[in-house]
């Protein structure tokens, strides 16, 4: 059950890697924050790598790996940006709850453009998940609050597809454990990633470069737990199928929760909690569902 350590390390680690993010937001701004967790992420995951080189063959990725990845990249850059955008606005706990209605955005867009059928069971999981968005968000419907909240569950919807994205290029490697799958591609992940937000920043936003060699230190930090994150997640994806990973990984609700109330003091309300509460059994069933 190499899996469930895997996950659990993943998730432990992304709550600690969002919450040094959310720290960075204020003095490097959205874009600035996003690219923390791959220019910094990079250096520990190509080490990684470098160290699985000694003991075994790492494989050579061709044009459809690079395909995949790139999908994932790109669709992971993207989320990572709606996320602190969410987080400024609906706080840290809130805001990963949100993100954790990713399965159900991902099933209905799997209804919409794949033609893939929802049936009973996992429409009522749908509704159940989305009537737990509306209670937790905490949004003022009236006054326009839908936004933060729908930017929160559009950030989702991109991290499913990140992950479609990241487990395809691990299957179309042509050979390699788990492990060097894994770090395989995370190492080609991040130096696309890291290309990317580079151009972006040098283009556009330089003061935010600027920035982050100021506060080299927090992102660092950053960076070392986003690595770690998605090293464990890219592994649990190569050792079973992505459901039981995503099943599993909703521990990180309850964990950015405590990290919400004690680092950031951000109180959560009895709705919230419920809401809570409702996300994460219509996403568990909405998982359960589909196999």
């Known amino acids: 059950m190499s899996w469930i350590l895997a996950t659990l390390i993943a998730a432990a680690a992304q709550t600690g890697r969002n919450a040094a993010q959310r720290r960075l937001t204020a003095e490097l701004g959205t874009i600035g924050a996003t690219a923390v967790r791959f220019l910094f992420g990079l250096p520990f995951a190509a080490l990684v790598l470098a160290g699985m080189a000694w003991l075994a063959p790492v494989p050579r990725p061709d044009a459809t790996v690079l395909a995949w ?33 990713e399965p159900v955005t991902l099933a209905l867009i799997g209804a919409l453009l794949l033609a893939e059928p929802l049936g009973p069971a996992r429409m009522g999981a749908i509704a159940t998940a989305t009537l737990g968005v ?11 609050g839908w ?21 395809g290029a ?64 890219f592994l649990g994806f190569a050792l079973t199928a992505a459901a039981n990973v995503r099943t599993l990984a909703l521990v990180e609700v309850v964990l950015a929760q405590i990290v919400s109330g004690r680092l950031f003091r951000e109180g959560v309300s009895r709705r919230q909690l419920a809401g809570m509460a409702l996300v994460v059994l219509g996403v568990a069933a909405l998982v359960a569902t589909s196999g």
Do not use: C
């Open 134 to 144: 509306t209670l937790m968000s905490g949004a003022d419907w009236r006054r326009g």
């Open 170 to 233: 691990i299957l179309a490697l042509p050979f390699g454990d788990g492990a060097v799958r894994a770090a395989t591609v995370l190492v080609l992940a991040l130096a696309l990633q890291s290309a990317i937000m580079l151009a972006w920043l040098g283009a556009r936003d330089r003061p935010a470069l600027a920035g982050i060699a100021r506060h080299w230190r927090g992102s660092l930090g950053a960076g070392a737990l986003g690595a770690l994150a998605s090293l464990f997640w």
């Open 69 to 101: 990845t790139a999908l994932g990249a790109g669709a992971q850059i993207a989320a990572t940006a709606l996320m602190l955008l969410t987080m400024e606005n609906r706080g840290f706990g809130v805001t990963t709850a949100l993100i954790k209605t």
């Open 147 to 167: 936004r933060a909240a729908g930017l929160g569950i559009a950030a989702g919807a991109l991290f499913g597809l990140s992950a479609i994205g990241f487990r």
